[in-house]
């Protein structure tokens, strides 16, 4: 033991081992008291905690003991200046030290602590591999979750999945160095934690809300660009006295179902549905077409299965400029500005900077050949409707990532994605011949669809 302790100061390697160790530990525990004082759940904190910590102080047992090994093979004549703790000088000496050591750990601690929040940060997730994260991040700015931290949902809190999501992190960081990413990056996350770590953590599965209406503005290709609404009475439902009703029925708790699809969850095989009561009921597609699929193991259906883009939010290219039309971003009295927008930004480009010198050239070529006089008299107007062609192709579509208009499909409904009808489109029966609901019914009250002046708007005082 003497000896052991001898030759552990007697080296250089064991000296900076010992230190290494002995900060981790100091380290370690003042992290541990931080995170009992309130700051649980922290991820990045846990990482730094349970991994980078004691992964510091096993490389410093590793270098004691490798330099006591070196220095046994050496003669053992003394290095360092013998300390005697018989002289008061030394004495002071090594409070001071222990001092020092002290001030240090916590302003380490302090420090670590504030580059937790750093790397916590959204900015972090989203602009530190710049170009692989921006296609996420700008369609995550301009969706309802711009506030909500990337590691929400993503890592969430407790151990087990940040550790998971780290090793998977850390795997992301070498594929995005020696450049083995994949283009598009793949979705769904096969990873990614079960709602009830994440979405659950704010949004209550159970609320009951009824039915909302919705209203969606869109254009026509014809030359006045005509504008239609479609106006719906969702039955969003939850759970109410009775039990739950409507689209979120899916989410009682008492209800599970679960399916087996392809990798893209596009095709889904087999949905079987467990209730309290009754017996499990199991719907098999009726209509395969692929030989011999080979169906990805079986996955609960959670929030994620319907809102897969609650935060990427990428539009078709209908939606982006029927927004843009329906805020007066484009003008609208252009004549055939939606068909000739559309076509614009649908067409084939190699970068941003070409698709917007692309979209703008091509709409003045338009309107410069079919209609000369407007040309000359509205060209301000055409000029910006270019310019922001231009920016809803650069928001929605990325060709440095493989990213085109309809990558990233959004499932919530059936009409840009077969969303619901993934289940929902009678094609799923039971051995009896029990169906999976499609009726246009079943989640909602069609109160227009496509109507130019729907007579319920005449209710609404203006
Ligand atoms: C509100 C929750 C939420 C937040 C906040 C969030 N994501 Fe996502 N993310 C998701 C979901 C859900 C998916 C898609 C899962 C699926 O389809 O399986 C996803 C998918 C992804 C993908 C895969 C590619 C894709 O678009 O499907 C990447 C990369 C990604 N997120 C990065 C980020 C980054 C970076 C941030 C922060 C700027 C972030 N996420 C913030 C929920 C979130
Ligand atoms: C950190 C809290 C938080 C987390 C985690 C979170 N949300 Fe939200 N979510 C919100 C808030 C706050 C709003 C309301 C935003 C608003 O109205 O502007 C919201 C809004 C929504 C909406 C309504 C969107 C709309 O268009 O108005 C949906 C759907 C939704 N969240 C789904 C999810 C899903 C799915 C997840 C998990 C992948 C999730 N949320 C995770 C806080 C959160
Ligand atoms: C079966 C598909 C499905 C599942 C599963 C599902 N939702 Fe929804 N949810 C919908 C649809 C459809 C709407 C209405 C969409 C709209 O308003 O555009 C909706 C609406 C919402 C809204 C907005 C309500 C409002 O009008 O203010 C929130 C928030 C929400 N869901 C959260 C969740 C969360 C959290 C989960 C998981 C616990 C979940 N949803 C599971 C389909 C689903
Ligand atoms: C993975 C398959 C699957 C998907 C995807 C799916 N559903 Fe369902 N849904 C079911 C099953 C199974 C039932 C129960 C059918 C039965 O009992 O006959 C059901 C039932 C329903 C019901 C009736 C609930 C009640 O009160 O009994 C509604 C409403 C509904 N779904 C709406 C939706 C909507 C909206 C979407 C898309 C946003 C959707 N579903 C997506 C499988 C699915
Ligand atoms: C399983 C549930 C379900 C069934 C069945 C269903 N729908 Fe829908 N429908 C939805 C949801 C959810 C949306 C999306 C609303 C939104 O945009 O948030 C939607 C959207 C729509 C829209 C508006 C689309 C748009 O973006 O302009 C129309 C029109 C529509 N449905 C018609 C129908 C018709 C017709 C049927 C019967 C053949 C039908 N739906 C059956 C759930 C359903």
């Known amino acids: 033991m003497k000896d052991h302790l001898a030759a552990l100061t007697r080296n250089t390697m064991s000296l900076v081992g010992s230190a290494l160790m002995l900060i981790s530990a100091i380290l370690f525990v003042s992290l541990m008291l931080i995170e009992l004082l309130g700051a649980e759940g922290n991820p990045y904190l846990g990482i730094i905690t349970y991994l980078i910590l004691p992964a510091g102080g096993l490389l410093g047992f590793i270098l004691v003991v490798w330099g006591i090994r070196r220095e046994r093979r050496r003669a053992p004549e003394p290095v360092f200046p013998v300390i005697d703790l018989n002289?008061?000088?030394?004495?002071?000496?090594?409070?001071?030290?222990?001092?020092?050591?002290?001030?240090?750990?916590?302003?380490?601690?302090?420090?670590?602590?504030?580059?937790?929040?750093?790397?916590?940060?959204?900015?972090?997730?989203?602009?530190?591999?710049?170009?692989?994260m921006s296609p996420e991040y700008i369609a995550y700015q301009r969706s309802p979750h711009?506030?909500?931290?990337?590691?929400e949902c993503h890592v969430g809190s407790g151990t087990d999945w940040f550790v998971r999501s780290k090793l998977s992190g850390a795997w992301q960081l070498v594929s995005i160095t020696f450049n083995l990413y994949d283009r598009p990056i793949p979705t769904p996350v096969h990873h990614l934690r079960p709602s009830e770590g994440t979405c659950e953590q704010c949004h209550w599965p159970e609320k009951f809300y009824g039915v909302r209406s919705k209203m969606i503005t869109s254009f026509s290709d014809d030359e006045a660009n005509t504008e239609v609404k479609t106006i719906l009475l969702l039955k969003v439902g939850g759970n109410d006295f009775a039990g739950s009703q409507g689209i979120h029925w899916h989410m009682d708790p008492d209800v599970e179902i679960r399916y087996r699809s392809d990798e893209k969850r596009r095709t889904m095989y087999e949905v079987e549905l467990t209730t309290s009561d009754g017996p499990v009921k199991r719907f098999v597609k009726q209509t395969v077409k692929e030989e011999n699929p080979e169906p990805m193991d079986w996955r609960v259906m959670d929030c994620v299965d319907c809102h897969n883009r609650p935060t990427h939010v990428y539009y078709t290219a209908e939606e982006a400029v029927d927004l843009a039309l329906g805020r007066d971003f484009i003008a609208k009295d252009l004549p055939y500005v939606r068909r000739e927008g559309l076509r614009a930004v649908r067409a084939g480009y190699a970068s941003h900077d070409e698709a917007r010198q692309g979209i703008s050239t091509a709409i003045n070529d338009f309107y410069r050949s079919e209609y000369p006089a407007l040309a000359a008299s509205r060209a301000e107007d055409i000029e910006e409707a270019g310019h922001v062609l231009g920016g809803l192709y650069a928001s929605n579509v990325f060709p440095s990532m493989k990213i085109e208009w309809d990558t990233y499909p959004d499932f919530s409904g059936h009409y840009n994605s077969l969303g619901c009808n993934r289940c929902h489109a009678g094609d799923h029966?039971?051995?009896?011949?029990?169906?999976?609901?499609?009726?246009c019914s079943l989640c909602h009250t069609i109160v227009a669809w496509d109507e130019a002046s729907p007579e319920i708007l005449e209710l609404i005082p203006k």
């Open 146 to 151: 711009a506030r909500v931290a990337c590691v």
């Open 429 to 439: 029966a039971t051995e009896d011949g029990d169906v999976i609901d499609s009726d």
């Open 87 to 132: 002289l008061d000088a030394t004495r002071k000496r090594l409070m001071m030290l222990i001092l020092v050591v002290t001030v240090g750990a916590v302003v380490l601690t302090a420090a670590m602590s504030q580059g937790v929040h750093v790397m916590e940060s959204t900015s972090f997730c989203g602009e530190t591999c710049h170009s692989v």
